[in-house]
């Protein structure tokens, strides 16, 4: 690459003066690299000490100080200015592919802050995956089609795990957590239901109690999710054994098993809302306290420095959550007529 080519494309921009913006070349490389291409693109070193607003003898003793160090002459000093030596025209070829190195950097972050590229790093448990999360990943990606999602559906523990190790930039909880590097940004009301199959009788909305449900066939998730422990937890603190048939680690499974054997399952709405939005599956009119005062967390690191692309969707989820609230209250009291 010659000098001109340099001059026509590739060297740092000019400075309208001392209040002019650095580039980010100017940031990423040492003050010698910068002298050295301004000197290359304008063969003056008055000239390249006017453009650059430095001490031509600030430029001379940077340059000395490059041959030094690289070993070999850079430039011939003429009367009428200097010209590249053939060591000199070889630096001056690796300093410009590390320009637009450099140039691709500030474009890639630019495009990041703009959200035209970026991976959403998710760790979050089953039961808002479908249709919620789903739907909101389409909507966000309808706007931002650069955006890519990295989902990862698991138990709480492996949720918190992965924004624990980095490896996940967002995590969505069910129930309440203690976690010192963790934090909330978010939550949804989701209380813990009992949900039964339509033509169950208790389906009918008559108050009932877990003394009423415990002899009832239920089906329940594993230990790995916390509505396994929540749901034990109330019925060992009323006295009683409930009539678990069966536990499972995927929700969807639970739900058909239920609504094919008639057994109670016990899930919070967003877990189970598309067979409730269908009539598959009917909230009971339970009355349970340790059920009532659940949520849905959006969860952080924090000392995490989101990517725009991240805490953008974080912040439309937040909304969402508020959004969700109002659509929940709505439909159980279109299907339980309450």
Known sequence: MTAARLAAGVAPPERAGPAAASTAFDLLTPPVSRYFLELARSQSIRQAADRLQVAPSAISR?????????????????????????????????????????????????????????????????????????????????????????????????????????????????????????MEVGRWRQPLLALAPAGHPFTDQRPITLADLAPEPCVLPDETFGIHHIVKRAFARASLSPRFEMVADQLQFLCEHAVRTGAIVYLPLQAAVNDVVARRLIPLNLDCAEFRHRHIYAVVRRDHTMPPPAAAFLREIVQAFAEGERADAALLAEVTGG
């Open 62 to 182: 940077q340059l000395v100080k490059l041959e030094k160090g690289l070993g070999a002459q850079l430039l011939d000093r003429r009367a009428d200015g200097v010209k590249l030596t053939e060591a000199g025209q070889l630096l001056l070829d690796h300093l410009a592919a590390i320009h637009n190195r450099v140039d691709r950097i500030s474009s890639e972050i630019t495009d990041l802050n703009a959200l035209r590229k970026g991976t959403i790093q998710i760790a979050t448990v089953e039961g808002i995956t479908r249709p919620f999360l789903s739907n909101q990943i389409a909507s966000f990606r309808q706007r931002h089609p650069a955006v890519a999602f990295r989902l990862r559906i698991c138990g709480r523990q492996r949720v918190l795990e992965a924004l624990e190790q980095y490896v996940s930039q967002i995590g969505f909880l069910y129930d309440h957590f203690s976690h010192p590097a963790i």
